[in-house]
């Protein structure tokens, strides 16, 4: 059994600019991938306090490997099935609460 099964991408966006010429280039999004991971859904409507420390309701805790890079609150990400062969959507979402511990990082959505 894999301890992370799940990839976990994130969505950035470019800014529009100009060109040389002066033109206008629209931005653009794209999802580019981030970690490996596992994701589980809160089937039981557990809360987690925010940074603010109002409690709220999340979708699903996303466990992350040490090695993986903090992501900012607000951030928009999915979660992808990691099999090749069925990539199916699990889940996506704005990040709530991103969590650096001690043998692995979470990440709630």
């Given at each position: 059994m894999k301890q992370y099964p799940h990839n976990?991408?994130?969505?950035?966006?470019?800014?529009?600019?100009?060109?040389e010429s002066g033109n206008f280039v629209p931005g653009s999004e794209?999802?580019?991938?981030?970690?490996?991971?596992?994701?589980?859904t809160n089937g039981q409507g557990s809360v987690i306090n925010g940074s603010d420390g109002e409690a709220i309701v999340?979708?699903?805790?996303?466990?992350?490997?040490?090695?993986?890079?903090?992501i900012p609150e607000?951030?928009?990400?999915?979660?992808?099935?990691?099999?090749?062969?069925?990539?199916?959507?699990?889940?996506?979402?704005m990040v709530l609460k991103f969590d650096v511990g001690r043998l692995h990082n979470r990440l709630w959505l």
């Open positions: 976990l991408y994130l969505k950035t966006v470019t800014g529009s600019s100009q060109d794209s999802w580019v991938f981030h970690s490996e991971c596992r994701e589980q999340f979708s699903s805790t996303v466990h992350l490997p040490m090695s993986a890079v903090r607000g951030s928009e990400v999915k979660v992808l099935n990691g099999d090749p062969e069925d990539p199916f959507l699990r889940i996506q979402g």
